[in-house]
């Protein structure tokens, strides 16, 4: 089951064509060939088989890093038909400029090689659908799910929003709306500057998140799970790793300025 749906915001035509140009000229230069997977299909009506290139979780992340896409999870819904498990997953993807893009994924336990997977996972892929769907319409690039069952690995499903421990989550109890649209926000921020520091700064998550608890009064070898943080303590959260990416940007300027 992989249907997903986009609602785009009214945006001026020059700029969203802007966006387009951009991505086209882009593509070539911030992605690598192992950001993209051949994938065959075949015509129904005619029975050719074609061959076409499809970008990989990794080239979404640098399609998001490049333009300042940030992201946030709308709503996360669990709905259960017989033995068949069903997450559906809204999610908007906007630019400072004030583009922005909704769609919504979809994963199922009936799907190819998911009937034993873990609710967590089913959760994190509709999540990954949605995200890099709308990150697609928002930019114009080509999207097909169907890479996500029959070509990816597990390794390339992104759960990095999911915390440790939250394989025993009940996700029965999930409800029609899994997170307000404000803590939504900032977890969507969280992960990103955590994510931006983890590959700039060369700090690996762990020592990431120690430094998090330690700044909030957690001790370094207690479980946490950010989703399950109230709202002022993200905020802290979200301050504190600003603070870090301001310090990064700083030294990096200072070394560029001395460079010569």
Known sequence: MRETGVKKEPIGFQERLRMFDEFRMAKNKILSPE???????KDRKTGEIR??????????RKIKLFFGISSEILEI??????????????????????????????CSSDEPGKSNM?????????????????????????????????????????????ERGQENYNYSEVSEKALPSEKSKIISFIFDMV????????INKGEIFNKIKEHIGFPKNQQIR???????TLKKIDSFLRAEIENLEQKTNYEEENFF
């Open 77 to 106: 819904r669990r709905e259960k038909d017989g033995n068949k498990i069903i997450y559906l997953c809204k999610s908007r993807v906007y630019t400072q400029s004030g583009m922005s893009a909704e769609a919504v994924g979809v």
């Open 118 to 162: 873990p609710e967590y996972i089913l959760s994190s892929i509709a999540q990954t659908r949605a995200i890099n769907k709308a990150i697609a319409d928002l930019v114009g690039a080509d999207f097909d799910e169907d890479i996500d069952v029959e070509k990816l690995s597990d390794e390339d499903v992104d759960i990095s929003h999911i």
């Open 51 to 60: 061959k076409r290139k499809m970008i990989l979780k990794s080239g979404w």
């Open 35 to 41: 950001d993209f997977v051949e994938v065959s299909s």
């Open 195 to 202: 994510r931006k520091l983890e590959s700039e700064k060369k």
């Open 226 to 232: 950010i989703t399950d943080l109230d709202i002022e």
